[in-house]
């Protein structure tokens, strides 16, 4: 099981980004799919999940109206679209893939680093 992230960047305060997480050696029939975020000195802290059993994304208060996730089955992809910036979501962002049937056995990407500037 592989999960690549991409699409971090340097960005200005309330511009958008699209970080992408390409999953490999993994099904996306039964999953739960989650983004969390690591600020310099911090602990990782949950962003946003989704899972395929259609229920509703739950996210963090902090970017809540302000970022989306969804999963393209057909990429084997989580997305997580971030609007409107801040400094502080500035943060390595990771990826983190787990079936809904073996949630003990969960993935993680390796980080994208996102740096919004004031």
């Known amino acids: 099981v592989q999960l690549v992230e991409s699409g971090g960047g340097l960005v200005q305060t309330g511009a958008s980004l699209r970080l992408s997480c390409t999953a490999s050696?993994?099904?996306?029939?039964?999953?739960?799919v989650a983004w969390f975020r690591q600020a310099p000195g911090k602990e990782r802290v949950f962003v946003a999940t989704?899972?395929?059993?259609?229920?509703?994304?739950i996210y963090d208060n902090n970017v809540k109206g302000r970022f989306t996730i969804s999963v393209d089955n057909a990429k084997n992809t989580i997305y997580l679209q971030m609007n409107n910036l801040k400094p502080e979501d500035t943060a390595v962002y990771y990826c983190?893939?787990?079936?809904?049937?073996?949630?003990?056995?969960?993935?993680w990407g390796q980080g994208t680093q996102v740096t919004v500037s004031a």
């Open positions: 989704i899972s395929s059993d259609g229920r509703s994304p």
């Open positions: 050696g993994v099904t996306f029939d039964d999953y739960i």
């Open positions: 983190k893939y787990a079936r809904t049937s073996d949630i003990v056995r969960a993935y």
